[in-house]
């Protein structure tokens, strides 16, 4: 990706299911659910690592929006 990057190549969009569910999160808990089923599916090699990072960077995005305390989130 950095490489990709550095010579000005553009990747695809991520067409993923996670990113998807992250979108979809209406809580944190949601969110933790979406980041270990991620993260099995790296693990297992089901998905590469340029898809793991783009979730985890959708993740930590949504989180900061929805955890309480931050902008947008609640604290119900």
Known sequence: ???????GIASKPVESPFVRA???ATSVAELDEVYESATV????GEIDTDEYE???RELTERK??????TFGGSYD
């Open 1 to 7: 990706t950095q490489l990709k990057k550095a010579l």
């Open 22 to 24: 992250i979108q979809n």
């Open 41 to 44: 599916s790296v693990d297992s």
């Open 54 to 56: 783009t979730v985890i």
């Open 64 to 69: 900061r929006i929805l955890e309480p305390g």
